[in-house]
């Protein structure tokens, strides 16, 4: 598939087995995608700051989206019904156009807003999107989004205000 054809972001995995599922689950569908690989290689012990080791974004033709959702909902039980079309402040993007990545999850809001208020000192739009887990009611965390383009740029910028 060529990415200039429209493309959105479907999904961003950090299991590549999971991963393989969808791409599976797609073709079986005859969804055409196409994965980027945003890994980072890594052994050893890993610090808070550094990217996944694996990151595979699936990208899906725009006019796919609903199709390609609506199909790994009912195969890996992923996009539950409240998270599509969300459009409560916390996860609304500025543009309608722009590609979201979570760069960290904070356990509390005032640490999510500390860490968007570091990204802002580096000139990095990012917004806040509350998480709800699912297995417990009583746990919510915070991801911290970045526009795609500006990933590299915001952990750079989170691993000098970490340390």
């Given at each position: 598939?060529n990415?200039?054809?429209?493309?959105?972001?479907l999904?961003?995995?950090?299991?590549?087995?999971?991963?393989?599922?969808?791409?599976?689950?797609?073709?079986?569908?005859?969804?055409?995608?196409?994965?980027?690989?945003?890994?980072?290689?890594?052994?050893?012990?890993?610090?808070?700051?550094?990217?996944?080791?694996?990151?595979?974004?699936?990208?899906?033709?725009k006019?796919?989206?609903?199709?390609?959702?609506?199909?790994?909902?009912?195969?890996?039980?992923?996009?539950?019904?409240?998270?599509?079309?969300?459009?409560s402040?916390?996860?609304?993007?500025?543009?309608?156009?722009?590609?979201?990545?979570?760069?960290?999850?904070?356990?509390?809001?005032?640490?999510?807003?500390?860490?968007?208020?570091a990204?802002?000192?580096?000139?990095?739009?990012?917004?806040?999107?509350?998480?709800?887990?699912?297995?417990?009611?009583?746990?919510?965390?915070?991801?911290?989004?970045?526009?795609?383009?500006?990933?590299?740029?915001?952990?750079?910028?989170?691993?000098?205000?970490?340390?």
């Amino acid at each position: 598939m060529n990415e200039s054809e429209g493309t959105v972001e479907l999904h961003t995995f950090f299991d590549a087995i999971a991963a393989g599922s969808a791409c599976g689950q797609l073709e079986e569908a005859e969804i055409p995608f196409t994965v980027k690989d945003w890994g980072v290689p890594s052994q050893g012990i890993h610090k808070f700051a550094e990217p996944p080791a694996i990151q595979l974004q699936i990208l899906v033709k725009k006019d796919d989206l609903k199709r390609a959702q609506d199909l790994l909902r009912n195969t890996l039980q992923l996009f539950p019904e409240r998270e599509v079309g969300d459009t409560s402040p916390l996860s609304m993007s500025e543009r309608e156009d722009e590609v979201r990545t979570q760069v960290a999850a904070c356990e509390s809001m005032e640490d999510a807003t500390a860490l968007v208020d570091a990204l802002k000192q580096a000139n990095i739009s990012s917004n806040i999107r509350k998480l709800n887990d699912e297995d417990d009611s009583g746990w919510i965390s915070y991801s911290v989004e970045v526009e795609y383009e500006d990933i590299d740029r915001a952990f750079r910028a989170i691993e000098r205000w970490a340390q």
